[in-house]
Structures are given as structure tokens and as C-alpha cells.
């Protein structure tokens, strides 16, 4: 029962928020890097932040320190979802928030200052690179579903976390999906939406790690994190300036230049990442020689991809700078 009475309340706080982003113009407008073409209310992920605080409202703050930290990475990428804000303050936000889940985990250690400072700079390049995975219909969304789903199942086993943490979770992603995920979105995540989701994920994904002591568990982001390292690495062959909005990732030209719907690119994305974690939890091999297969795995066919079909990008740009 406790959990319909969430689900109901973060369909009408969702719905309300859209009256606010309406009424405020809280918009995101497509432009020549856009997968999309139409105008659409943007930070429908606001709900992931209020799943956090309905959860802690119902369950405790069992949590309180991450839950802080949530909040003010949250209230950031919310404001830079409206007005647009310096590199250097997200960041260090960023870096703040970050160390408050770390001291969640308890895990500051002045003896160990050099791994916690390299376990920072790591996480806020995890979250910031979910955030450039944010551009098409359901993405967001369906591909957190995919990295909670193993997390939950895990659960079961070691209990590294509370059950009705990831359950309200999955009751946000679901509400923001009805939204999303589908041909024509009635919202969009925005840096809130994207960010939120990571850092709450991120925590799970953590608590896991610590528990078992198995950082190849990261492979839960695998398919994500193969796009995105690659494209940046592809991008800096092609001396571009990072911070610019493109759409070179795997999934932008699946969805822009070969024109394949952006909820199918968005479900084929789901389907790699839970069959390579379902892979690795049920394959009887050592997990990190399973996390090495897969990076080569993954890394020949984003070459193989990139070789075959970004002329087809290349062709788009010089198309706009004619019209232009």
C-alpha cells in the first residue's frame, strides 16, 4: 500500500511541476546539435530528487547524509536547466556533493587521501558522462531501469542496501518513463533529471562495491560508459572543444543520421546493459576477466560502428554550414 501511495503522489508532484515548468517557460528548444525538433518542457527528472525525499519521508533518513548531497547536486542542475552556470560551480557542488556520499559510506580516510581524491575525480566523471548520455527519448530513463534491475537482484543476496530504497526508485523511473519514454515526450530529464538519477544509482552501485569488495560491478554502467569514454576520446583525435554540445555518441547517429526511433535505440541500449550484467552474475568465470571481454567487446563494435557510419555525420554538418 505504502508504495501506491508513492507512486500516486510522484504522478501528481510530476504533473504539477509540469504547470510550473509551463507557466515559468522552463523549455528546451531544439538547435543543430538537438536529437529532437520540437519544443519540450524540460526537468521532468526533477521526480528522481522527490522519489529521494518521499523515500525518507516514509522510511527514514537512514540515508541523511546522501541525501544532502543529492539535494544540492539536484538544486544546481536544476538552476542550470534554467539559467546557464560556470563549469567551476557545478563542479565543485559537484565535488561536495560527492564527498557528503562518501562520508555516507563512511569511507574518509586521511590515511587513504590519495584514493578518496581519485574515487572523487572518478564519480564525478561518472555522473557528469550519464549526463552527456542524456539526448534522445527514453534513454535516460529505460537505461537506469536496465542498471537497477541487477542491483536489486543482488540485493536479495548481500543486502547492501534498503530494498524500498531501490523499490522507490524504480516507482520514479517509471513515472518519468510514461512522460518520456515514447515517440513524442511530453518532458525531457535536463541536467536534473540525468545528474539526479546518477548520483542515486551511484550510491547503490557503491554500497555494493564496498559490501562485496568487487569493483567490477562498475560493468552495471558498462554499455554507458563505453560511449562516452570513446566519443570523448573521438572528439579530442578531432581537437574539439569538450564542453560543446555534439551529437556524436554511438546512440545520436543510431538515432539521428541512420534514423532508427529513438525508443528502439533507447531499448537496444537497455537490452546490452542487462545482458552483459545478467552475463556477469550468472557466467561461472572470474568477474573481472568477464569486465576485460566486455570492454574489448564493446570497444571493437563502437570502432567497428564509428568506421562504418560517421561519414553519414560529417555529411550532416557540412549540409547545415551550406544552409547556413
Known amino acids: 500500500m505504502t508504495y501506491i501511495i508513492i507512486f500516486l503522489l510522484l504522478v501528481f508532484l510530476e504533473l504539477t511541476y509540469f504547470r510550473v515548468a509551463d507557466k515559468f517557460n522552463i523549455i528546451d528548444k531544439p538547435n543543430l546539435r538537438s536529437s529532437h525538433t520540437t519544443i519540450t518542457l524540460r526537468g521532468g527528472g526533477i521526480v528522481f530528487l522527490l522519489g529521494a ?3 525518507a519521508a516514509f522510511y527514514g533518513l537512514e540515508y541523511g547524509w546522501f541525501l544532502l548531497g543529492l539535494t544540492l547536486i539536484s538544486v ?3 538552476i542550470d536547466d534554467i539559467h546557464s552556470l560556470p563549469d567551476s560551480i557545478r563542479l565543485v557542488v559537484q565535488f561536495i556533493a560527492m564527498f557528503l556520499m562518501f562520508y555516507q559510506f563512511g569511507i574518509l580516510n586521511l590515511n587513504d587521501w590519495w584514493m578518496v581524491l581519485t574515487a572523487l575525480v572518478v564519480c564525478v566523471g561518472i555522473i557528469n558522462a550519464y549526463n552527456f548520455m542524456d539526448g534522445i527519448n527514453g534513454i ?7 542498471v537497477i534491475a541487477p ?15 531501490l523499490y522507490v526508485t524504480v516507482l520514479s523511473l517509471l513515472v518519468f518513463c510514461f512522460f518520456n519514454f515514447r515517440k513524442k515526450a511530453k518532458c525531457f530529464a535536463g541536467d536534473v533529471g540525468s ?12 554500497k555494493l562495491i564496498l559490501q562485496t569488495r568487487d569493483f ?12 562516452s569514454i ?3 576520446c573521438h572528439r579530442i583525435k578531432l581537437h574539439e572543444n569538450l564542453g560543446e554540445a555534439h551529437r556524436k555518441h554511438a546512440y545520436q547517429l543510431l538515432a ?17 546493459q542487462l545482458i552483459v550484467s545478467f552475463g556477469m552474475i550468472f557466467c561461472p568465470i572470474n568477474h573481472y576477466v568477464y569486465l576485460g571481454l566486455t570492454i574489448i567487446i564493446l570497444l571493437v563494435a563502437y570502432l567497428i560502428f564509428m568506421k562504418k557510419n560517421y561519414h553519414l555525420h560529417e555529411a550532416y554538418l557540412k549540409s547545415k554550414q551550406t544552409q547556413s
Not at 567490477?216 to 560511449?227: E, M, N, P, T
Open 195 to 206: 545528474i539526479t538519477i546518477a548520483f542515486i544509482l551511484l550510491f547503490a552501485l557503491g
Open 230 to 232: 570513446l566519443t570523448i
Open 140 to 146: 535516460t530513463g529505460g537505461y537506469s531501469l536496465a
Open 151 to 165: 542491483l536489486i537482484f543482488l540485493n536479495y543476496k548481500y543486502n547492501f542496501i534498503e530494498m524500498p530504497y
Open 53 to 55: 525525499w518521499l523515500y
Open 256 to 272: 539521428n543520421e541512420l534514423k532508427i526511433p529513438h525508443v528502439k535505440v533507447s531499448m537496444l541500449y537497455m537490452a546490452l
Open 216 to 227: 567490477s560491478y562498475i560493468i552495471f554502467l558498462a554499455v554507458y560508459g563505453a560511449d
Open 76 to 78: 544546481i542542475s536544476f
